[in-house]
T-cell receptor, first 113, second 113 residues
């Protein structure tokens, strides 16, 4: 089946630093990639939708200057959490889609100290 | 506004029993309904999906029942096993790579031996 690789799986960093998370579709070209945030025991909250070569579309309430998304190619999207603070600590998950269905990465656990 | 409503929030089933999770939606434009399974610390994985032109789809022990007129769909897990213990999310979407998935709130399933 389709594989989406997300890296790193876990990152701990100090408050004020920026963190980059990579999402790669390994065996297919994804026309669209999505970034989600998930709090413990809650559903996935869509942060943004990105299409290759164009600017990401952010959901209401998501700061685009805080969460920078770059969709450089049909197989790679990155999420950069800029000037991260403890409240940004969360589980971030990417997904990739070309037609149906949507395939998810294994998530990145981000902990800001 | 929650586009997809899911119940129950949690479910405990004996090994060998049937687990049933229900979802309801409002937008009649939705035409793709997947179920995802998520284990702790992992991203969601596609379990089974259905389109509204059929009323039921079965894959192994997993069955989706779909009621278009009632705008409801459900996941049935037959012969539930402890390894099925996970969180299950239903979702709904409109066909088209750029269209987002609307997820239910999730059901935490525990199968006790």
């Amino acid at each position: 089946g389709a594989v989406v690789s997300q890296h790193p799986s876990w990152v701990i960093c100090k408050s004020g630093t920026s963190v980059k998370i990579e999402c790669r579709s390994l065996d297919f070209q994804a026309t669209t990639m999505f970034w989600y945030r998930q709090f413990p025991k809650q559903s996935l909250m869509l942060m943004a939708t990105s299409n290759e070569g164009s600017k990401a579309t952010y959901e209401q309430g998501v700061e685009k200057d805080k969460f920078l998304i770059n969709h450089a190619s049909l197989t790679l999207s990155t999420l950069t959490v800029t000037s991260a603070h403890p409240e940004d600590s969360s589980f971030y998950i990417c997904s990739a889609r070309r037609g149906e269905p949507q395939h998810f990465g294994d998530g990145t656990r981000l902990s800001i100290l | 506004q929650q586009q997809v409503k899911q119940s129950p929030q949690s479910l405990i089933v004996q090994k060998g029993g049937i687990s049933i999770i229900n979802c309801a939606y409002e937008n009649t434009a939705f035409d793709y309904f997947p179920w995802y399974q998520q284990f702790p610390g992992k991203g969601p994985a596609l379990l089974i999906a259905i389109r509204p032109d059929v009323s039921e789809k079965k894959e192994g022990r997993f069955t989706i029942s779909f009621n278009k007129s009632a705008k409801q769909f459900s996941l049935h897990i037959m012969d539930s096993q402890p390894g099925d213990s996970a969180t299950y999310f239903c979702a709904a979407s409109m066909l088209g790579a750029g269209n987002q998935f609307y997820f239910g709130t999730g059901t935490s399933l525990t199968v006790i031996p």
